[in-house]
């Protein structure tokens, strides 16, 4: 199906599963562990994806998201932490965008970092669940 220049298909539907499998574990740790009021939380998501889709004609990227979410869930952070972070971490993507900071960090950053950041946000993970179900 295709409305103006925006195409839904298997593709699409596939690709909104794919990321509704990662946010769905990490909405229920930001509700359930930090506190965060779920309409807030699911509308302001909502709103989010929408704009980001209009503007740039792809989904958000969610890692950003996702570094924030595994550490706000396993230090039990405030809603106020929460909102805080996501508020500097906005800014800063704002400021590297503009200044083309993020171009020269993407080429100069070995996976290997990459790898060891998604490693230890892991095993944190997995620390605190497991701590949870103790």
Known sequence: MKIKSFEFNLRELAGSMGDFGTLFPLTI???VVCGLKPAGFLVMMGLCNIVTGL?????????PMKIIAIVAIAQ?????????SGFGMGLIWIILAIT???EWLARITPNS???GVQVTLGILL????YKMIS
């Open 29 to 31: 740790g930001y509700i």
């Open 55 to 63: 503007i740039y004609r792809l989904p958000i990227p969610i890692e």
């Open 76 to 84: 039990k952070w405030t809603p106020s932490m929460v909102y805080a």
């Open 100 to 102: 083309g900071i993020i």
């Open 113 to 115: 970092v990459i790898r």
């Open 126 to 129: 997995m620390m605190e669940s």
